[in-house]
């Protein structure tokens, strides 16, 4: 039987991992009265989706960096530089416009979930011995199925969804274009099937994980943005597609390097202990929880039944104010899409888990593979 590169226990990788996209799809297929609503999300499924996987899974990015002392130590510089320069940077943009600071914040946005499927993927391929170009075509793949959807949303005009807020991304209409990035999608689709099927007959052999993450994200992309057009079937592809499979990630790296360093670190030792899991989500709804009542009480004013907003009496913020307040709201946004372009470029040894052991004289391999963005 072929090993396969699983990242954890397979159940785990699979459920909390490669599972999600496929799941969100499900759904959609099986109670389609709930999503034929083309704007807007009802109360409990924003709770669910926006505060408890959205908001959350940024605030993951804690047990990776401040709350780990070692790591904090080795990279103070970065961890104290990149929060202050994307304040400043903030403040800047949303001085000559709001709508300025969150078009720059969309876009940083996706580029940080496009990044995130192309480092499953890389991971997921790290025992392959394939020659270049079936690397190339993997990588191809993975940017055609994140790329050509947010093409189509810039070619194709404003869609029932936006990333943050309305019209926070650039359109320009053109057919033409349109039509060329299709064929060429379609195209690499069909030459990723063929490569694949060149391997497997050389082979006899095929990588389950890279396989799910490719395809989960081909049609992931694909039906949240291009095949609906809800707010509804947007929000759950995009937000459970990408935030629950880096949460685990989180939890997965956390029990490999955390739990037997309790002289170490005591509090990470008992966040992934056995018993640490609800430790481990408690503290990210409760963060989520607190950054999401601020957003309402200062910006949005949409949730008031959910949070003891002090809107209700009847402040209002000066939109001066709003210029510090807003960037400093997005802060742990700002900080999670840019420190996560450090923090998971790690070296190949990371990545051996308990049931990939390593054969005698193998040597570990001192190259970096990005986890994401």
């Known amino acids: 039987m072929v090993r396969q590169p699983w990242i954890g226990k397979p159940l785990t990788d699979i459920l909390f991992i490669l599972l999600p996209p496929f799941l969100c799809l499900g759904v959609i297929i099986l109670f389609p009265s709930l999503f034929q609503n083309t704007k807007g999300i009802p109360d409990a499924a924003w709770v669910v989706l926006i505060l408890l996987v959205d908001v959350a899974h940024v605030y993951s990015t804690l047990y990776r960096t401040y709350f780990d002392r070692q790591a904090f130590r080795k990279q103070q510089t970065i961890l ?123 082979t006899r052999r095929i990588n389950i994980p890279k396989w799910l993450i490719i395809s989960g994200t081909v049609l992931s992309w694909y039906a949240g943005i291009v095949y609906f057009n809800g707010d509804m079937a947007f929000t759950l592809l995009n937000v459970v597609s990408h935030g629950v499979p880096y949460m685990a990630l989180v939890w997965l790296y956390g029990k490999k390097h955390y739990t037997r360093s309790i002289g170490k670190n005591r509090f990470l030792a008992l966040i992934f202990s056995r018993y640490g899991l609800i430790l481990f989500l408690g503290i990210l709804f409760i963060l989520a929880f607190a950054e999401e009542g601020l957003w309402d009480f200062a910006v949005w004013k949409e949730h008031g039944n959910l949070f003891p907003s002090l809107g209700k009496q009847g402040w209002e913020i000066p939109d001066g104010a709003l210029t510090f307040i807003v960037p400093l709201l997005a802060l742990p946004q700002i900080t999670h899409y840019i420190l996560d372009g450090f923090i998971w470029k790690i070296r190949q040894d990371d990545f051996r888990w308990s049931n990939e052991v390593k054969k005698p004289g193998e040597a570990v391999s001192e190259g970096k593979t990005p986890v994401s963005g």
């Open 80 to 202: 104290l530089s990149i929060p202050f320069i994307g304040f400043v940077a903030g403040v800047m943009l949303y001085s000559v416009s709001s709508l300025l600071f969150w078009r720059v914040l969309a876009y940083v946005a996706i580029f940080h979930f496009i990044r995130q499927q192309y480092g499953f993927m890389r991971v997921y391929s790290r025992q392959e011995k394939h020659p270049q170009w079936y690397r190339l075509a993997d990588m191809l793949i993975i940017y055609a199925a994140t790329i050509y959807p947010v093409l189509f949303w810039h070619l194709n005009g404003p869609r029932n969804f936006n990333w943050f807020i309305d019209r926070d991304l650039f359109y320009f209409r053109s057919d033409q274009l349109l039509s060329f990035f299709t064929v060429s999608y379609y195209v690499i689709i069909a030459g990723w099937l063929t490569k694949e099927l060149h391997g497997y007959i050389s």
